[in-house]
């Protein structure tokens, strides 16, 4: 059951809720997340698909606050902002190269999305919460950690953890704390060649 502050997302087609339900707040519960929940949320990750089964992609992840403290210095200042109130902090790397032949894995990129989307779906099915970011220090993350940048990417930096109250925020982010909408269907999905060729 989708809960009600995202019951005005509206679909143009029939969809299961629980995409309609996954959404990134910003708001954090400081509240612990177990290690058997945390445990679940990777083992979803690790059954997404991908390139001749690959499985391309790194996560690291920070509970404890001697650790947080490293990964939330990755963090742009806006993002600090909110997601120091963050209980686990993930970065997600991609394998550059395939295990199978040292070869480029121009794929690992999207596998580790998918990876990622499996975990944040598993998430909201634990009554948690993900917001993945952009906004961090590539070069810093690659040092910070010791995770070789010849054999990763790093590609976001994950917050999980259980949603609080947009009061706990800062003014302007507070009143932005909502579900966004999606573009139209018609502009992402078309069927036959692209318009105009």
Known sequence: MAEQVTKSRKTEAEVDPMFIDRWSPVAFSRQPVPGKDLATLFEAA??????????????????????LARFRSLLVEGN?????????????????????????????????????MSLALQARR????????????????????DVP????????VIAIGRRDEALVLPGDLAKRELPSDRG??????????????
Not at 47 to 63: I, K, V
Not at 150 to 155: H, V
Request: aromatic share 16%.
């Open 46 to 67: 690790r059954w997404a698909p991908s390139c001749f089964n690959e499985q391309p992609w790194l996560f690291l992840y920070a509970t404890q606050e001697k650790d």
């Open 80 to 116: 600090r902002v909110w997601a120091d109130r963050a209980p686990v902090l993930a970065v997600v790397f991609a394998r550059r190269r395939f295990q199978r032949n040292a070869k480029p894995n121009r794929h690992a990129a999207f596998d580790a999305g998918a990876a990622w």
């Open 126 to 145: 634990l009554g948690l919460y993900t917001h993945a970011m952009a906004g961090f220090d590539e070069e810093w993350s690659y040092r910070a950690l």
């Open 149 to 156: 940048k010849d054999r990763f990417e790093a590609m976001a």
């Open 184 to 197: 139209p269907i018609a502009g992402m999905a078309i069927e036959g060649n692209f318009p105009g060729i």
